[in-house]
């Protein structure tokens, strides 16, 4: 099975280096149309450059299609005008990546506020910006194939990373939704939780580890969940050529008798609560309503 990306549109955020860069340059070798949006800025997102057009200049040379977006993703009219743009051009938008992201590390005790928000906007709200500005174009067509970019942080936890693990988790909860809405419509809505060496993780990865982590091994896993057939509502982790899926996992409990509702109750019951025997997977969150009614029919 071959995957190609013929006659189709992709806009990926955040393609001016690392991991992003590396969807856009195979998207585009494999046939797509690609927006290379990118701010151009440092890593903590100030500053800007044409970062964008670089790429989109090696995409040319080797005989793709792309067009460079300086945008910035926490702007909402930025973010609506590249996709006309895309569609005035290339006639839609069929693929949406959302990789931009910024960095803020501290403990969340020497954290600021201004810090905590700056780095929700960019991931969380600015990944809200590019996806409502493509929704319904992808309704309308029937066809729409939506990547989130969580992280190991936001699905496990780092230290100094709370404003960063906060957007990230976010990004994975936008998705669940985002994936019952756009069913109808043919649209896919997946996570990515990539691990890559990057300016991102230089002070994190071990140098001799920068080789295993090249950006370029993240894009297979990508391009899969974006693909004609990709899964939907996945949450997938791909990094120097391990692939993993992530699933947020719901165990029986138990059905506590109205005398054993209590704190101390919850204390005594706390084994069986957290057994792990027979967890599930909900596939949306009505479904653990129902999981409650029937344990209560039962018990
Ligand atoms: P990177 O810093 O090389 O790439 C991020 C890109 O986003 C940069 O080119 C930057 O200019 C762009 N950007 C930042 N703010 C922007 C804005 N407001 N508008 C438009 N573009 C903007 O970092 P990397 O590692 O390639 O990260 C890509 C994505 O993967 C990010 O969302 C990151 O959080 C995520 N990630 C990366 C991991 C890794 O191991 N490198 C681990 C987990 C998640």
Known sequence: MTIN???????????????????????????????????????????????AQTVVDEILSAGGTAMANGGNVTDAAQMEEMVARAKEAWGGVHILINNA????????????????????????????????????TMREQNYGRILMTASSTGLYGNFGQSNYGAAKLGLAGFARTLYLEGAKYNVRVNTIAPVAATRMTEDVLPPDMLDVFAPEKVAPAALY??????????IMSAGGGAYQVAYITLTQGTVLPPEEQTPEGIAAAWDRITDRTGEIVPQNGLEQAMMIASMLQRA
């Open 5 to 51: 990306f013929e006659g189709r549109v992709a806009i990926v955020t955040g393609a001016g280096g690392g991991i992003g860069r590396g969807y856009a340059l195979e998207l585009a070798r494999r046939g797509a149309k690609v927006v290379v949006n990118d701010l151009g800025g440092a890593r903590d997102g100030t500053g800007a450059s044409d970062a």
């Open 225 to 234: 969940l974006v693909s004609e057939d990709a899964p939907t509502n996945v």
């Open 101 to 136: 992201g910024i960095l803020r590390d501290k403990s969340f005790a020497k954290m600021t506020m201004e810090e905590f928000r700056l780095v929700v906007e960019v991931h969380l709200n600015g990944s809200a910006n590019v996806t409502k500005a493509v929704w319904e």
